[in-house]
């Protein structure tokens, strides 16, 4: 289990971690199923790919991080490595998303993303800020 982070005393982790843990495994997968369910649409939204097969690629990549992530969180399993995980993927993607769009390789849709993501870091902070406030008893 995640050392400091705030768990009551069954173990489980409090409020804030389940509802961050959510949201970004529901992102994940949603986002990462996407592109493979639905070509058509992702480009719709997204703009038109040349290599679509990568574009899956990632969605395989994210999908699975967010199937990870969601079973740890049901079996109430926040490690380090589990956190490191969410927080690592979500910063990576928003800086690749802040990258791009600046060089002008991927549309603006994409800072919608790397926004998503960045909250998901901030939501993690704040978990983690959360483990060190006395708690009332």
Do not use: H
């Not at 969605?59 to 490595?81: K, M, P």
């Not at 870091?121 to 009332?136: D, E, L, Y």
């Amino acid at each position: 289990m995640l050392k400091g982070v705030d768990r009551g005393r069954t173990g489980a982790a409090q409020p804030w971690v389940r509802r961050v843990w959510i949201v970004q495994a529901l992102y994940f997968l949603v986002t990462g199923i996407w592109p493979l369910i639905g070509m058509r649409s992702f480009q719709a939204v997204t703009g038109r790919k040349v290599d679509t097969w990568l574009v899956q690629t990632v969605g395989v990549l994210t999908a699975v991080i967010g199937a990870v992530l969601a079973a740890a969180g049901l079996r109430q399993r926040v490690s380090a490595e589990m956190v490191g995980l969410a927080v690592g993927s979500s910063a990576g993607l928003a800086t690749i998303d802040v990258v791009y769009v600046a060089r002008k390789r991927i549309g603006r849709i994409y800072l919608a993303d790397a926004l998503l993501n960045i909250l998901l870091c901030v939501g993690w902070a704040i978990a983690g800020s959360r483990r060190a406030m006395p708690q009332a008893r």
